[in-house]
């Protein structure tokens, strides 16, 4: 694997990005176990969690899958989302993306997953299983 390459996984699951009123609280369904995102700014409340959580009459888009890159990194590594998001656009496909303490995740639509495996393979990132994550 080149020098540059990264790692990553694809969640399991069906995601859903979510927009409530930034003086709601955060509500139960969003802290579910599993990946979720919860970001309040003054303008919104914003929410990515697993689609099936999400009650009737939120407003949300379905239809995400959520890409892990393999970390942890450090604080001072620079352009690991850069490298990673890179062939993406390149490949014409639009993504989310988040960070946490350890790493980034990455949003695709289901529909553009393949397209967007095939352009990261292309780079030379690799999709890894969980059992993979800590090799190496």
């Not at 990132?125 to 090799?135: A, G, L, M, N, S």
Request: proline share 7%; glycine share 6%.
């Amino acid at each position: 694997m080149p020098t540059d390459s990264l790692r990553y996984r694809v969640l399991p699951g069906d995601f859903a990005v979510c927009r409530l009123d930034p003086s709601e609280p955060e509500p139960d369904w969003a802290r579910a176990p599993g990946y979720s995102n919860i970001t309040r700014t003054q303008d919104e409340l914003s929410i990515v969690c697993a689609a099936e959580n999400v009650p009737a009459g939120i407003r949300m888009e379905r239809g995400w899958r959520v890409l892990k890159v393999v970390g942890p990194f450090a604080f001072d590594a620079v352009g690991i989302l850069v490298r990673f998001v890179s062939p993406l656009a390149k490949a014409g496909i639009p993504i989310l993306s988040m960070a946490t303490f350890d790493t980034d995740y990455v949003l695709v639509r289901q529909d553009a997953l393949a397209k967007a495996e095939q352009a990261l393979a292309l780079a030379g990132h690799q999709r890894v299983t969980v059992d993979d994550e800590t090799d190496g």
